[in-house]
């Protein structure tokens, strides 16, 4: 009798959309480091804003649905509850808050806890403290809660879908298709013949092309995805202005498939430091409006002031909130040849990756299968620039 015997396995690449995609864009090498070998960043400042203020503005939502508290919310009483409780979540992650960026004490704390509490750079020892993470927490509510949190069908949506794998991998492929997934912050669905008369709508209908998108679909209603970015507005030269955007149309692409999904319109990013801007912040933007790579308009007399700024004399300047709150909201436009283009690139990005895994399986050396392209400011908090050949030994100082 002759035994049949298992097939060989077949695997199905996974990617998503910010954490393998738009990491490899970041810089190839340290993509293979920290995603594919596991090793996590010394100091995870990005990634832990990240992570922070997707938390505290999804349960900032859920409390809102549950006691429709009136704005502005009381940042001890309403606000840090929330981030001491998003703050636990993370650390049980292995995600510490920086020093600099927030008070981790807990009125409820162990002495323990408060000793930790105190190594926090704070004024003095009367914890909590509202440092620069709190700030902007607190902002992000109170100044996009009043008009976002009414407006918000659903939140954290998964949506997943499957795509031929491109053929621009010499022959060699691991599979002929590969998945995305992602996680949408929000999905926002509104009436097109009900008027919520608030900011976030006026902005919208501020766009010529958002209007004939709403006015060319057959359904009475239609879907806004909405997306949270732990970072200031990127110039408009930079490749994270364009990521942004294949993000935001790939996403509608995804939920598009999904069953009983509206037609998707738009997408808003809302960029939150820019709402407070640390000095670091504020002397990119002044770049970026000396450069004109910025697609937000300013009054005359704003655009003198900042451009006139010496940021080594004075350590920070103040800029208007109308100014703050309009460089925080950008507005995509969902159009079908823009979700081709935006598909296209992604597949462009998967041919890539797939080409450095297969030469890494066949045995080329990680640091030759996987390019070290980052910009000098990912390389600047790099974790592996000690090896990297991209950077040279004689270049790095031990401190």
């Known amino acids: 009798m002759k035994l049949s015997y298992r097939s060989d396995s077949y695997m199905i690449p996974e990617y998503s959309l910010t954490g393998d995609l738009l990491s490899f864009l970041t810089c190839n090498l340290q993509y293979r480091y920290q995603n594919k070998g596991t090793l996590p960043p010394s100091r995870p400042i990005q990634l832990w804003?990240?992570?922070f203020i997707h938390g505290v503005m999804e349960e900032a939502f859920l409390d809102y649905e549950i006691k429709k508290t009136l704005f502005p919310w009381n940042w001890e009483k309403d606000i840090r509850p929330i981030e001491e409780m998003i703050d636990l979540r993370l650390r049980a992650r292995g995600l510490y808050p920086p020093v600099d960026l927030f008070c981790p004490f807990r009125k409820d704390s162990s002495s323990e806890d408060y000793e930790y509490g105190n190594i926090a750079k704070c004024d003095d020892n009367n914890h909590p403290h509202k440092l620069l993470a709190s700030a902007r927490a607190e902002s992000a509510?109170?100044?996009?809660?009043?008009?976002?949190?009414?407006?918000?069908?659903?939140?954290?949506?998964?949506?997943k879908g499957n795509r031929d794998m491109p053929n621009f991998t010499d022959g060699h492929s691991r599979s002929n298709y590969?998945?995305?997934?992602?996680?949408?912050?929000?999905?926002?669905?509104?009436?097109?013949?009900?008027?919520?008369?608030?900011?976030?709508?006026?902005?919208?209908?501020?766009?010529?092309?958002?209007?004939?998108?709403?006015?060319?679909?057959?359904?009475d209603e239609y879907e806004i995805i909405i997306d949270y970015k732990g970072m200031k507005r990127p110039s408009t030269k930079s490749p994270?202005?364009?990521?942004?955007?294949?993000?935001?149309?790939?996403?509608?692409?995804?939920?598009?498939?999904?069953?009983?999904?509206?037609?998707?319109?738009?997408?808003?990013?809302?960029?939150?430091n820019e709402?407070?801007?640390?000095?670091?912040?504020?002397?990119?933007?002044?770049?970026?409006?000396?450069?004109?790579?910025?697609?937000?308009?300013?009054?005359?007399?704003?655009?003198f002031k900042l451009l006139n700024w010496d940021e080594k004399e004075v350590n920070y300047i103040q800029i208007s909130d109308k100014l703050k709150k309009n460089r925080s909201i950008r507005t995509i436009i969902i159009k079908e040849d823009l979700?081709?283009?935006?598909?296209?690139?992604?597949?462009?990005?998967?041919?890539?990756?797939?080409?450095?895994?297969?030469?890494?399986?066949?045995?080329?050396?990680?640091?030759?299968?996987w390019e070290a392209n980052g910009e000098k400011r990912t390389c600047d908090a790099c974790d592996f620039k000690t090896f990297c050949k991209k950077n040279s030994l004689n270049d790095l100082e031990i401190p």
């Open 141 to 159: 509510i109170n100044i996009w809660g009043p008009d976002l949190f009414p407006l918000i069908d659903s939140a954290e949506v998964l949506i």
């Open 339 to 369: 979700i081709s283009n935006s598909l296209e690139e992604f597949d462009l990005v998967v041919s890539e990756i797939e080409k450095s895994i297969i030469n890494e399986t066949e045995g080329t050396s990680i640091k030759t299968a």
């Open 275 to 303: 709402l407070v801007p640390s000095t670091e912040d504020l002397i990119a933007i002044k770049r970026d409006v000396d450069d004109n790579h910025t697609d937000v308009k300013m009054d005359d007399s704003e655009k």
């Open 178 to 219: 590969y998945g995305i997934n992602g996680v949408i912050d929000v999905i926002s669905s509104m009436n097109i013949d009900k008027d919520y008369n608030n900011s976030i709508q006026k902005y919208l209908f501020e766009n010529p092309d958002f209007v004939k998108n709403i006015n060319s679909i057959d359904c």
């Open 49 to 51: 804003f990240g992570e």
């Open 240 to 272: 994270n202005w364009k990521y942004h955007q294949w993000q935001i149309l790939t996403y509608a692409w995804l939920r598009s498939l999904q069953p009983g999904a509206k037609p998707v319109v738009a997408g808003i990013i809302f960029y939150l």
